[in-house]
């Protein structure tokens, strides 16, 4: 009887620590959404009736009536996508080094994981600043160019790349390669036919939320030249430019209450576009998890 007693005992405290632990998760999800749908909100109700093709076709302007987004959203998508050129494929092989070919003692690898794993909790701003002083000026000296912004960002996202993708290719069952190896492949060809395949679905979804990061970045390319009213698109990494994210402030931090209406709209359209990376990666994800199941 006691034995019995105290088995119930316990399935009852299970059973209240999951109930509860389950509550709080819900309202914790619940509280957030409501956060974000209720900023969204504001932003429509302030910015509805300026949501058009007319303020993404308009180029920055100081007349409210003629102002817009263009020049900011194709500045947005230069500098982020010659970001990503540049850092993903450095930092998946870099982390594929790490994982698979790099020794566990040698002192040259752990200074590597430290110095990366530092990085990634760098602020923003420090990158910006390394850029004007070696990139942007010193001695490369580009410029306050799209090519500038592009390499800062890059960096920025860099150690965060390696750090998803080493996670994605230690999640590869080690049976994968093992298995491959008996059979006689050598450690590349396991490696790039088993194991990076499989690690794609965590890895792309990793990337993808790196370059939403950078695409909300404006903090670094402030100290870059980023100009606030550039009406004109960038033509290649050698172009000035402005960023969503710089335009937007720009707008907001203006006297007149009619640049307040165009900022709220043009955080709309930043969301809009961070929303469909976030859910291009979700979609990325899912369907390479079901072609490697297949």
Do not use: C
């Not at 987004?69 to 194709?74: A, D, E, L, N, R």
């Amino acid at each position: 009887m006691t034995t019995i007693d105290l088995s119930n005992q316990l399935s009852w405290s299970r059973r209240i620590k999951d109930a509860s632990f389950r509550t709080l998760l819900t309202l914790s999800i619940v509280a957030a959404l409501g956060f974000i749908f209720g900023v969204i909100y504001s932003l429509w109700r302030d910015s509805k009736f300026l949501l058009s093709r007319e303020i993404i076709v308009n180029f920055p302007s100081y007349d409210p009536d003629s102002a817009g987004f263009q020049s900011p959203i194709f500045g947005s998508i230069w500098v982020v996508s010659l970001a990503a050129i540049v850092a993903l494929p450095i930092g998946i092989l870099t982390a594929l080094y790490l994982e698979e070919f790099a020794g566990r003692g040698n002192r040259f690898t752990r200074i590597l994981e430290l110095n990366i794993q530092n990085l990634a909790g760098v602020p923003a701003v420090v990158f910006g600043m390394i850029g004007l002083a070696f990139i942007a000026r010193g001695p490369l000296s580009w410029g306050f160019t799209v090519g500038s912004a592009s390499l800062v960002l890059a960096m920025m996202i860099l150690p965060v790349v390696i750090i998803v993708s080493r996670e994605s290719i230690r999640a590869v069952p080690p049976s994968y390669k093992e298995g491959a190896l008996a059979l006689g492949a050598t450690q590349w060809q396991a490696v790039r036919r088993l194991v990076l395949p499989s690690s794609i679905p965590g890895t792309a979804t990793g990337s993808i939320l790196a370059v939403s990061r950078a695409m909300g970045e404006s903090a670094p390319l402030l100290l870059l030249g980023a100009l606030a009213f550039v009406t004109f698109n960038p033509t290649g990494p050698e172009s000035q430019y402005t960023v969503l994210p710089l335009a937007i402030f720009k707008y907001a931090s203006d006297s007149r209450e009619e640049f307040h209406y165009i900022a709220s709209a043009g955080s709309l359209i930043l969301i809009v576009i961070l929303f469909t990376l976030n859910l291009i990666a979700i979609l990325l994800r899912d369907f390479t998890t079901r072609k490697n199941r297949v």
